[in-house]
C-alpha cells in the first residue's frame, strides 16, 4: 500500500512541477 500512495504522490509532484 505505502509503495502505491508513493508512487501517486510522486506522480502529482511531477505534474505540479
Known amino acids: ?3 502505491c ?3 501517486i504522490f ?3 509532484n511531477k505534474e505540479m512541477l
Open 10 to 12: 510522486i506522480e502529482n
Open 5 to 7: 500512495l508513493n508512487k
Open 1 to 3: 500500500v505505502a509503495r
